[in-house]
C-alpha cells in the first residue's frame, strides 16, 4: 500500500487491524500489537503496542521477536493485521498440531492437498524461541523461510484458503469492501 499504514486502512469502517485483533482475541490471552508508526492511533483500541527494537522495518521476524520480549506466556500466536477473515478456530488447531509434534512452531498451510500453501505469518510459536530467533536476526537474516528451516516446524493444514485472504493494495481493499456491501 505504499506508504500508507496498512494496519490502519479501513475496512467495514473499522481499521484492519482492529478486525484481526478482535477475531484473535477470543483464542488468545492478551493481544499485543506490533507496529512501527501511528503508535496512538493503534493505541486507542486498548491493545498494548510494542514497536520492533530496534525499529528497523525489517519485516515479521522482527515483530516476531518484539512480541516474544514482551510475552508473558509459554505460546505466541501471530496474525498479519491485513487479514480479517482468518478461522476462529487459528489457534486451536496450531496448538494441536504443535503439540502432536512436539515442534517449536506450528504454521497454518492452506489447500486441500499437498503441496499446501503455507501462509508464514499465522503461526504458533514457543516463547521459548526468542534467543533462537535473536542470534537469527543477529546474523543479518530476515525471511521467514530461512528461520523456519532451523527450526522443528509442523504444518497445520486450513482448507478454506479464503479465509487467510490478505489485503495488499487500496484497489484490494475497495473490490472487497464493494463486494462485502452488495
Not at 476462529?88 to 500453501?117: C, F, I, Q, R
Not at 543477529?138 to 527450526?151: D, P, V
Request: charged share 15%; net charge negative; hydrophobic share 45%.
Amino acid at each position: 500500500m505504499g506508504s500508507l499504514d496498512k494496519g490502519l486502512q479501513h475496512f467495514q469502517g473499522q481499521p484492519l487491524f482492529l478486525h484481526a485483533a478482535r477475531r484473535l482475541a477470543p483464542q488468545v490471552g492478551t493481544i499485543l500489537v506490533n507496529a512501527n508508526r501511528h503508535f496512538e492511533a493503534y493505541a486507542q483500541a486498548g491493545f498494548p503496542v510494542i514497536p520492533d527494537d530496534p525499529v528497523t522495518f525489517s519485516g515479521p521476524l522482527a515483530g516476531f521477536a518484539a512480541g516474544l520480549r514482551q510475552c508473558r506466556t509459554p505460546y505466541m500466536a501471530t496474525v498479519p493485521c491485513d487479514s480479517p477473515f482468518f478461522p476462529d478456530t487459528l489457534v486451536s488447531v496450531l496448538g494441536m498440531a504443535l503439540a502432536k509434534e512436539n515442534a517449536d512452531l506450528a504454521v497454518a498451510v492452506t489447500g486441500t492437498h499437498p503441496p499446501y500453501a503455507p501462509q508464514p505469518v499465522f503461526c504458533l510459536m514457543k516463547q521459548a524461541l526468542l534467543p533462537h530467533l535473536e542470534a537469527f536476526l543477529e546474523t543479518g537474516q530476515r525471511q521467514i523461510a530461512a528461520w523456519h528451516a532451523s527450526l522443528k516446524v509442523v504444518y497445520a493444514p486450513f482448507a478454506d484458503e479464503a479465509a487467510f485472504y490478505n489485503i495488499n493494495t487500496l484497489e484490494a481493499l475497495e473490490n472487497l469492501e464493494n463486494s462485502r456491501i452488495k
